[in-house]
């Protein structure tokens, strides 16, 4: 009996080392996770710095001084060009590896093979957009160039020396909690992380739920309730901007423009705030006499953060500012003479085309007055665990076939219209990482101009200062010559007349530079006004925090550092300035209760900030949205999504200017309402529901208590991301804080003979949540303060902030 339980008690501990040595599900081997030796406890940091540190690396020519900072920021001084991007390269792997990684996954639809079925469909989504087809495109390009092409393979060979250096006990925590290795970087990779960018801001077209409209309401209510311009508006380009250029031909809109009515696609409403903020403000209106350049770009907020920081410093360069983890150069930063900062434009460069097929094996499709060939691609789509997926995309001349019909199509991707052909920017082959090579090296403004006619997408208002004492603003890409609305709704595949007929000259991009009124400004609204010859697009993000920016710049005088750090993290709202006094002058406060009075009562005393602590605030934003659902609900259907709802401006309009409209009017009920009836209504409606969701009015409501804030690790792993945390701010408000989205990177310049730029971002350098560095940037940001950028000179510059220095050579 003994011997029989020994051995049973062998063969369990036999079956049980056996069972955590191996992956279950999504669960990680439990045995190497928590080996001593290889585990994540390797990941875990000591406090202690090994002040001087040698490495001597294969492909380094010369010698590498790295001077890391306090926050472990790497200040990279190298002999010559390759050795910096080499340096680049390993540097930020050391930091981002695994970020790194997954992005590039993400973009080359290969997430499956390390995560499993689960992400089978974002991978199947990014293998029939043509990501790798866009970024194969692109690489050719580069690899013409010496300058970008020599950049990217520095690059990619530091990311390599350092992959190749790692031990398992070494691997970020990542990698063994997916239970998986990193595989060499490649060239291409650095683009894919381009055009992953291009994708989040200008991957996005709304033309089939657009399309639905035009087919349920026609031409007559779309003009309408869709107009190419908002009824107010402060563009980018400063109105009365004279256009010196003489500009091509219009294209004229195709004989089956509106012929598209097919249902098969959805709206997708974007977090409102995603975008971006950019201003400078010229000597004339600072305390110091030259330019102060600020920049906000507003993008997901996550652990490892989208930015990396750093110096680079070679002969011939020497630049300060924030990378895209993967891609060589400084993205948004400044040198010794020149600052330059972006916010995404918006313009329409990605459009659907209706196909006609002439049969089922989609080898042809009709175009004009015959038939044209299309191409296939295969895709091999790995999964862990399961057999390889086998794929093919059918390619027309315009791009793609993203999915064939709605079987195919998950809900996650339903704004994609089945049957059609998307032709996107992205597919252009361009060289826009040399764009950021030579803004790197930038001496003045004319070196600005060069640099952005290598610009392709996404489309950026590049803003610009300099120490000469210029500011300027390019609304920058390959934008294409379309009729207007082009591309508001599908367009038919078989008419040449809806192919985009060639490009807007880069000179003739919209720019301004040293306007009168003493500064330029960007918040993703209109590029221009009316008079700029070409279409871009006919919506833009709404114009209020552009407002309150250029309100705020506008009443300026002696600006410093402090007062652009202010305005950055302005939580005043403009869309509350415009519609509170006209809702609570339609209520009938005679038939308000004691808390329906109490509420009022607090939004008349309001003074319209959305901050942490504001109870008016919750109750605006609630009150907002309960009118304009009960405006358009019940001939939109909001809750199918089917049809493309109209904007905030267009329903600021009517509310201020046109109380009587017939679409006040709920359909489904007898009575007729108007305006009055729908706020009174909403209003007693929010006030009703936040008490019986939180109590009576009380420190409850709070905005920042109803819309916590947290940065969540990049796969949303409990423990990895930070705690929840009060915030203030909202989309429409300068500091654009939304539903994980905001501010991603805050940088102030103050040129002059020294420039200075002061800059953080809700993270830490570090990768690895077993650092002191993944979180130490955060409550910096959270209490809105800038830390002063070191930007030192030479390797040898003496800084007390300097806590580390580690020396790169060959070996």
């Known amino acids: 009996m003994k011997v029989f339980k020994a051995i049973l008690s062998i063969a369990v501990t036999l079956l049980l080392i056996s069972a955590l040595e191996f992956k279950w599900g999504s669960l990680p081997p439990i045995a190497p996770l928590i080996n001593p030796n290889t585990g994540f406890w390797q990941n875990a940091e000591s406090k202690y ?33 390759h050795d910096l991007y080499f340096a680049q390269g390993y540097i930020t792997a050391t930091d981002r590896l695994w970020q790194m990684d997954i992005q590039t996954r993400q973009a080359a639809g290969r997430l499956s093979e390390v995560i499993g079925p689960k992400t089978l469909e974002i991978d199947r989504y990014h293998r029939r957009t043509g990501m790798v087809y866009a970024a194969e495109q692109s690489l050719k390009l580069v690899m013409q160039d010496p300058r970008s092409r020599d950049m990217v393979l520095a690059y990619t ?4 020396a350092y992959i190749h250096q790692l031990w398992k006990r070494d691997y970020p925590l990542e990698f063994k909690l997916l239970d998986y290795q990193p595989e060499e970087w490649k060239p291409i990779n650095c683009l894919l992380l381009l055009k992953l960018m291009t994708e989040t801001l200008a991957g996005h077209t709304d033309a089939a739920a657009m399309t639905n409209v035009l087919k349920k309401y026609g031409l007559a209510v779309v003009k309408d309730l869709y107009p190419d311009y908002p009824f107010r508006e402060k563009p980018i380009i400063p109105e009365g901007t004279p256009w010196n250029f003489k500009p091509l031909q219009q294209p004229r809109p195709s004989t089956s423009y509106l012929a598209q009515t097919g249902q098969d696609g959805k709206y997708v409403p974007k977090p409102e705030g ?13 305390a110091s006499g030259y330019p102060i350049l600020a920049n906000d770009p507003h993008l997901d907020i996550t652990l490892p953060s989208i930015w990396y920081q750093l110096q680079l410093s070679a002969p011939g360069v020497n630049v300060n500012g924030v990378s895209i983890p993967g891609s060589p150069c400084v993205i948004i930063g400044y040198n010794n003479k020149v600052s330059w900062g972006v916010t995404n434009v918006g313009a329409d460069v990605l459009d659907f085309y209706k196909i006609d097929f002439k049969d089922a094996t989609r080898n042809q499709y009709r175009y004009g007055d015959g038939w044209r060939t299309t191409t ?13 997926i086998i794929d093919t995309v059918v390619y027309t001349h315009q791009g793609p076939i993203v999915y064939n019909d709605a079987t195919e199509r998950p809900a996650m991707y339903a704004d994609i219209p089945v049957n059609c052909a998307m032709r996107w920017i992205a597919y252009e082959p361009s060289v826009d990482i040399l764009c950021f090579y030579q803004l790197n090296r930038a001496q003045n403004y004319d070196d600005y101009r060069k640099a952005l006619t290598n610009w392709s997408a996404p489309g950026q208002n590049f803003i610009f200062a300099d120490a000469d004492k210029d500011i300027a603003i390019t609304v920058n890409g390959r934008f294409p010559l379309k009729y207007k609305d082009q591309g508001k709704f599908i367009l038919n595949g078989a008419d040449p007349g809806d192919d985009w007929q060639g490009w807007i000259p880069f000179e003739q991009n919209p720019t301004a530079k040293n306007p009168v009124q003493g500064y330029l400004t960007s918040a993703n609204q209109s590029s221009t006004d009316q008079t700029y010859p070409y279409y871009l697009n006919w919506s833009f993000a709404p114009y209020e925090r552009g407002k309150r920016i250029n309100d705020r710049l506008t009443a300026m005088t002696h600006a410093t550092i402090d007062s652009m750090r202010i305005l950055q993290t302005d939580t005043y709202s403009i869309s509350a300035q415009n519609t509170l006094p006209a809702m609570i002058g339609y209520l009938n406060t005679n038939n308000l209760n004691a808390t329906e009075q109490h509420a009022l009562d607090t939004l008349k005393k309001w003074n319209k900030h959305y901050d942490a602590s504001s109870v008016a605030a919750t109750i605006m934003a609630a009150w907002w949205q309960d009118f304009y659902t009960k405006i358009w609900d019940d001939n939109f259907d909001l809750k199918k999504k089917v049809l493309f709802p109209p904007n905030r401006d267009r329903t600021v309009e009517l509310l201020l200017k046109d109380p009587t409209s ?5 359909i489904r009920t007898r009575q007729k309402e108007t305006c009055a009836d729908l706020v009174n209504a909403s209003f007693r409606d929010v006030v009703k529901g936040l008490v019986k969701q939180l109590g009576p009015q009380s420190d409850k409501w709070q905005w920042g208590h109803v819309n916590p804030a947290q940065i969540n690790h990049l796969t949303r792993q409990a423990g990895l991301g930070t705690d929840i945390f009060y915030a203030g701010g909202m989309g429409s408000a300068v500091n654009a804080l939304n539903d994980g989205h ?6 102030v310049v103050q040129t002059g003979p020294q420039m200075q730029g002061y800059g953080i971002y809700p993270g830490g350098e570090s ?3 077993g650092s002191f560095h993944y979180t130490d940037m955060v409550p910096y940001w959270q209490k809105g303060q800038l830390k002063p950028l070191l930007f030192m000179q030479s390797a040898d510059e003496k800084s007390d902030r300097i806590k580390k220095t580690l020396t790169i050579s060959s070996k």
């Open 376 to 388: 296939k691609r295969v895709e091999t789509i790995g999964v862990r665990g399961q057999h390889a």
């Open 157 to 160: 060979e530091g990311v390599n």
């Open 662 to 666: 017939h679409w006040f009017d709920d």
């Open 767 to 769: 990768g690895n949540p």
């Open 49 to 81: 710095i090994d002040h001087q540190k040698t490495l001597k690396l294969d492909g380094i020519k010369g010698k590498v001084t790295v001077q890391y900072d306090e926050n472990m920021v790497p200040h990279i001084f190298a002999e010559n060009e």
């Open 742 to 747: 905001g501010p991603s990177w805050r940088m």
């Open 274 to 286: 995603i975008g971006s903020n950019n201003w400078a403000v010229a000597g004339s209106k600072t």
